[in-house]
């Protein structure tokens, strides 16, 4: 059995989310191929050094293309060839007229429910191709139930054709000291951690955190994040509430620097009205820093009994849960404690294992 993988999601250097994902579904497969099961991964570019080593049953192949690469370019290459017996993507989309079954994993469907957060470009595709995607998919793997029910209510799908695996989570390793020790050990501070977009709600956050501030006026707020689209309105934000000395962006930051946040944060917020399974809440648990969470979309799902929820549409909700979150170590001890329990159910090798034999089975 040849399996096709597309691994352009894990050929980049600054990971996140999706790209995450799929290089821990690279690392299981190089570790399972063998004689009878052998991967060949496409790519645009060159292999970063970091990805699996090629070996006879594990190998890469480049198929250059400045454009349209998965929807002419990798199609072209497979039908010249035809050497493969199934083809994943780890990301949305497919390549259009495979000659083989085809397995593909959606993550969110953010686009459909809120289309104002995106580029016009970026919403086609993701509109169009996710689409075409579904329907030419023999299955679909969901990354969370709430993502599958978004699936079957948007798309009229049937539910046996989805799968939900969920993502998995490895604790990350500090190597050495961080840069940021310095900024942030003078104050608490409250954490965010993900992309700077408007569905990621950091708005109602910086108004929770505003009142705060005339409750509790030594602490902070640190968000942690690269910028998406739309964000002019966070930092516009900051500056109408005058918390530009009080709260600090961090902008991408590394795996040391983020474990300190978490390790440091008098807690961490994932104000989202929409996720589709919301990694950095389970980060937050395994650095012992207490997770306080928008109940909406997949996060309920993901975190449990592991955190505080609040209406993401009510930011004195918030502020009402942060301060019980502060007054209360005997509540604090119990996220924590649950946190550590939560992440045992999510683990790289078990999604790695059962998004295999989704796409084993499509051939069987």
Same mark, same amino acid.
């Given at each position: 059995?040849?399996?096709?993988?597309?691994?352009?999601?894990?050929?980049?250097?600054?990971?996140?989310?999706?790209?995450?994902?799929?290089?821990?579904?690279?690392?299981?497969?190089?570790?399972?191929? %063998?004689?009878?099961?052998?991967?060949?991964?496409?790519?645009?570019?060159?292999?970063?050094?970091?990805?699996?080593?090629?070996?006879?049953?594990?190998?890469?192949?480049?198929?250059? !293309?400045?454009?349209?690469?998965?929807?002419?370019?990798?199609?072209?290459?497979?039908?010249?060839?035809?050497?493969?017996?199934?083809?994943?993507?780890?990301?949305?989309?497919?390549?259009?007229?495979?000659?083989?079954?085809?397995?593909? &994993?959606?993550?969110?469907?953010?686009?459909?429910?809120?289309?104002?957060?995106?580029?016009?470009?970026?919403?086609?595709?993701?509109?169009?191709?996710?689409?075409?995607?579904?329907?030419?998919?023999?299955?679909?793997?969901?990354?969370?139930?709430?993502?599958?029910?978004?699936?079957?209510?948007?798309?009229?799908?049937?539910?046996?054709?989805?799968?939900?695996?969920?993502?998995?989570?490895?604790?990350?390793?500090?190597?050495?000291?961080? +840069?940021? %020790?310095?900024?942030?050990?003078?104050?608490?501070?409250?954490?965010?951690?993900?992309?700077?977009?408007?569905?990621?709600?950091?708005? &109602?956050?910086?108004?929770?955190?505003?009142?705060?501030?005339?409750?509790?006026?030594?602490?902070?707020?640190?968000?942690?994040? +690269?910028?998406?689209?739309?964000?002019?309105?966070?930092?516009?934000?900051?500056?109408?509430?005058?918390?530009?000395?009080?709260?600090?962006?961090?902008?991408?930051?590394?795996?040391?620097?983020?474990?300190?946040?978490?390790?440091?944060?008098?807690?961490?917020?994932?104000?989202?009205?929409?996720?589709?399974?919301?990694?950095?809440?389970?980060?937050?648990?395994?650095?012992?820093?207490?997770?306080?969470?928008?109940?909406?979309?997949?996060?309920?799902?993901?975190?449990?009994?592991?955190?505080?929820?609040?209406?993401?549409?009510?930011?004195?909700?918030?502020?009402?849960?942060?301060?019980?979150?502060?007054?209360?170590?005997?509540?604090?001890?119990?996220?924590?404690?649950?946190?550590?329990?939560?992440?045992?159910?999510?683990?790289?090798?078990?999604? !790695?294992?059962?998004?295999?034999?989704?796409?084993?089975? &499509?051939?069987?």
């Amino acid at each position: 059995m040849v399996i096709g993988v597309d691994g352009n999601e894990a050929n980049v250097v600054k990971r996140v989310g999706v790209s995450v994902y799929a290089l821990n579904l690279l690392r299981y497969f190089k570790r399972q191929s %063998k004689k009878n099961i052998t991967f060949k991964v496409f790519l645009r570019a060159t292999p970063l050094p970091d990805l699996p080593k090629e070996d006879r049953y594990f190998k890469y192949e480049i198929i250059k !293309a400045k454009f349209l690469w998965s929807q002419i370019f990798l199609p072209f290459r497979l039908y010249k060839k035809k050497d493969i017996d199934v083809f994943y993507s780890p990301a949305h989309y497919l390549p259009r007229f495979c000659p083989v079954p085809q397995v593909v &994993t959606i993550h969110d469907l953010a686009y459909l429910f809120f289309p104002q957060d995106f580029l016009k470009k970026d919403l086609y595709q993701l509109k169009f191709w996710t689409k075409y995607s579904i329907d030419s998919a023999k299955r679909i793997i969901a990354v969370s139930k709430s993502t599958k029910k978004d699936l079957i209510n948007s798309y009229h799908i049937p539910s046996s054709k989805i799968k939900v695996i969920y993502n998995g989570y490895e604790k990350k390793h500090l190597l050495s000291e961080s +840069k940021l %020790k310095t900024d942030l050990t003078k104050n608490p501070y409250i954490l965010y951690v993900g992309t700077l977009q408007p569905r990621k709600n950091i708005l &109602t956050l910086i108004k929770a955190f505003s009142r705060l501030k005339l409750i509790y006026p030594e602490i902070k707020l640190v968000i942690a994040g +690269k910028k998406g689209w739309l964000y002019d309105e966070i930092y516009h934000s900051v500056a109408k509430f005058g918390m530009e000395d009080d709260i600090y962006f961090a902008d991408f930051v590394t795996d040391n620097q983020l474990i300190f946040l978490y390790e440091n944060a008098t807690c961490f917020v994932i104000p989202s009205f929409y996720e589709g399974f919301g990694i950095p809440a389970l980060e937050a648990m395994s650095f012992s820093c207490p997770v306080i969470s928008s109940f909406s979309s997949s996060l309920p799902e993901i975190a449990g009994n592991a955190a505080l929820y609040f209406d993401p549409n009510n930011h004195y909700d918030l502020v009402e849960k942060i301060k019980n979150l502060m007054d209360n170590s005997i509540l604090r001890d119990k996220l924590i404690r649950n946190g550590k329990e939560r992440i045992k159910k999510f683990s790289w090798d078990t999604c !790695a294992k059962e998004t295999l034999e989704v796409i084993m089975s &499509t051939i069987s």
